[in-house]
């Protein structure tokens, strides 16, 4: 099992509110990534670091922005949250190979 | 445009019986491919992964093949069990750039029935 870890796991919020979404890991690795995914549908990267104060936009445009402070953490954040932002969220990192969080079920009411 | 593509899209077997799930992908310069497994609500987690120069690798009752001049891979289950109902998710990384970039396919939902 990898030591990435993800708060909260569920959330269920209002539009208008603003969320982060944690990721942290254990694993002193320097790149850390942020997924997007549907039902059904494949994993969309939204935000990559490959390490403190670097920050990327990934393949889909995405709201959320991101910060890397710290090695092993990599917040997520929707400054107003909107029910088209209702999806999974999964986060990863890797040194050579992907490790994934067990990800946060988001819904926007 | 690399793309990777999965089939089938879903399959039901039962328990004890044996599956063969297939990837196609066009993603160039190609680095490895790995298969993931996704249990409903959690993250993948990696089964096998294979370089250009390899074949065929095992992990327990899962054996995965790669022919790299066709751009096609598998996923063999063998002897299959309840806990195996999962989505399982083919992923090509290129070699063009220091990220390593993952194409993801959509997976095969797979579901096994006792």
């Known amino acids: 099992e990898a030591d990435i870890y993800q708060t909260p796991r569920y959330l269920v919020i209002g539009t208008g509110k603003k969320i982060t979404l944690e990721c942290s890991q254990t694993m002193g690795h320097d790149k850390m990534y942020w997924y997007q995914q549907d039902p059904g549908m494949e994993l969309h990267l939204i935000h990559y670091s490959y390490g403190v104060n670097s920050t990327e936009k990934g393949d889909l445009s995405s709201e959320s922005t991101v910060s890397r402070i710290r090695t092993e953490h990599f917040p997520l954040t929707l400054e107003s949250a909107r029910p088209s932002h209702t999806s999974q969220y999964l986060c990863?990192?890797?040194?050579?190979?992907?490790?994934f969080g067990p990800g946060t079920r988001l819904t926007v009411l | 445009k690399n793309q990777v593509e999965q089939s089938p899209q879903s399959l039901i077997i039962l328990e004890g019986k044996n599956c063969t799930l297939q990837?196609?992908?066009?993603?160039?310069?190609?680095?490895?491919l790995r298969w993931y497994k996704q249990d409903t609500g959690r993250g993948p987690v990696s089964l096998t992964i294979?370089?250009?120069?390899?074949n065929t690798k095992s992990n327990g009752r899962y054996t995965a093949t790669l022919d790299a001049d066709t751009k096609q891979s598998s996923l063999h289950i063998t002897a299959s069990q309840l806990s195996d109902s999962a989505s399982y998710i083919c992923v090509v990384s290129d070699r063009g750039s220091t990220l390593g970039r993952l194409y993801f396919g959509r997976g095969t939902q797979l579901t096994v029935w006792p």
């Open positions: 294979m370089t250009f120069s390899e």
């Open positions: 990837c196609n992908y066009t993603v160039s310069p190609f680095s490895n």
């Open positions: 990863a990192s890797s040194q050579t190979e992907q490790f």
